[in-house]
């Protein structure tokens, strides 16, 4: 089956810093990949999506100067939270999706706490 | 705007009785997925529904879809404790490939 890794699983930054999480897709070509953030015993919320080479198509209240979306490579993207706030801490899920797919494959999640 | 609901949003049962999730949502879509999430872990994919009529089962449980209503549920028999997880379904927002997810039920069965 497709395989989305995360990198990395859990992290602990100091406010002020940031903080970069990898996604790869492993087995498959990822023409779009999505960016979802979960606060504690609530729903995903998605962030954002990028397709490979363009820039990013943020969601409504997500601020784009803030969480840094790249997808260089069919098979990589990049989210940094830069200056980040213990307000940022949360889980972060990313998925990829190939065209040829009905379904989006979700990553593990990185854990992100910010102290 | 795409909204999609839940309810119950916590669920408690007993072991080996049968309830009903279910997913509402707000504007025309043809897909529809559920997932399961455990405790400080990511989604597992338990079914995708493609179209009106959909019905698919997976051991305890059984997922349909109905476009007109904008329902879908998911329905769990003979609960066991291993289904104890959090579930979501989550619909793709019509000619993009954006998936709104619902508010989430938390499953809890207990012996």
């Known amino acids: 089956g497709a395989v989305v890794s995360q990198h990395p699983s859990w992290v602990i930054c100091k406010s002020g810093t940031s903080v970069k999480i990898e996604c790869r897709s492993l087995?498959?070509?990822?023409?779009?990949m999505f960016w979802y953030r979960q606060f504690p015993k609530q729903s995903l919320m998605l962030m954002a999506t990028s397709n490979e080479g363009s820039k990013a198509t943020y969601e409504q209240g997500v601020e784009k100067d803030k969480f840094l979306i790249n997808h260089a490579s069919l098979t990589l993207s990049t989210l940094t939270v830069t200056s980040a706030h213990p307000e940022d801490s949360s889980f972060y899920i990313c998925?990829?999706?190939?065209?040829?797919?009905?379904?989006?494959?979700f990553g593990p999640g990185t854990r992100l706490t910010v102290t | 705007e795409l909204k999609v609901e839940q309810n119950p949003l916590f669920l408690s049962m007993q072991e080996g009785k049968n309830y009903t999730i279910y997913c509402n949502y707000s504007?025309?879509?043809?897909?529809l997925y559920w997932y399961r999430q455990d405790p400080g872990k990511s989604l597992e994919s338990l079914f995708v529904?493609?179209?009106?009529?959909a019905v698919k089962q997976e051991g305890r449980l059984m997922a349909s879809l109905d476009t007109k209503a904008r329902l879908s549920t998911l329905h769990i028999t003979a609960a066991v404790h291993d289904l104890s997880a959090t579930y979501f379904c989550?619909?793709?927002?019509?000619?993009?490939?954006?998936?709104?997810f619902g508010t989430g039920t938390r499953l809890q069965v207990f012996p």
């Open positions: 087995d498959f070509q990822a023409t779009t």
């Open positions: 529904l493609l179209s009106n009529g």
């Open positions: 989550a619909v793709l927002f019509y000619n993009t490939d954006k998936l709104i």
């Open positions: 504007t025309t879509s043809d897909r």
């Open positions: 998925s990829a999706r190939d065209q040829r797919f009905v379904e989006q494959y």
